[in-house]
């Protein structure tokens, strides 16, 4: 069993890092730094740093582990996955007959459209619907000029 301890984004995301690198000289690569902003706020640093996976897939860049997994007990670099990425790592497990665990303990699944929509589901029923949850940030009213400033 192997424990599955990667950090999930957007295929246009990581693509577009790709091309920053690949427009980079070599030795200037290891020196690449960019930023990810979580929905919550919370700014985590991302660096290029190749990363060999359990599939021998290779992982280009990684972050510092966020405080739920430093809580599992993982620390130093972990590495960003794409979906798709994430999809051949559990195939490639699932054909060498060993199992994968997320963060929890639970199995790591084959994504499909069925289990995909239903994990929405879950979510929008546990979060509630995105009119119906609090604001994250301030807004201003805008006011006539002269006026002080509500909001």
């Known amino acids: 069993m192997a424990c599955a301890a990667w950090l999930l984004c957007s295929e246009t995301t990581y693509s577009g890092w790709l091309g920053e690198v690949e427009a980079l000289p070599g030795r200037k690569r290891r020196h690449w730094k960019a930023n990810t902003e979580a929905s919550t706020g919370v700014r985590n640093r991302v660096v290029y740093h190749p990363t060999t996976l359990p599939s021998g897939a290779v992982s280009l860049f990684a972050a510092q582990a966020p405080p739920y997994m430093v809580a599992q ?4 670099l972990v590495p960003f ?24 303990g639970n199995p790591l699944v084959l994504l499909t459209d069925d ?6 589901m879950l ?3 546990d979060r509630g619907a995105p009119q119906h949850r609090p604001r994250r940030r301030r807004v201003l009213v805008p006011t006539a ?4 400033v509500r909001g």
């Open 123 to 125: 979510a929008v029923l």
């Open 145 to 148: 000029p002269g006026q002080p």
């Open 81 to 104: 996955l794409t979906n798709a990425m994430e999809e051949r790592e559990a195939r490639a497990a699932w054909d060498r007959d060993e199992e994968l665990l997320d963060l929890e």
């Open 115 to 120: 289990y995909a929509m239903a994990n929405h």
């Open 73 to 76: 007990g993982y620390t130093g």
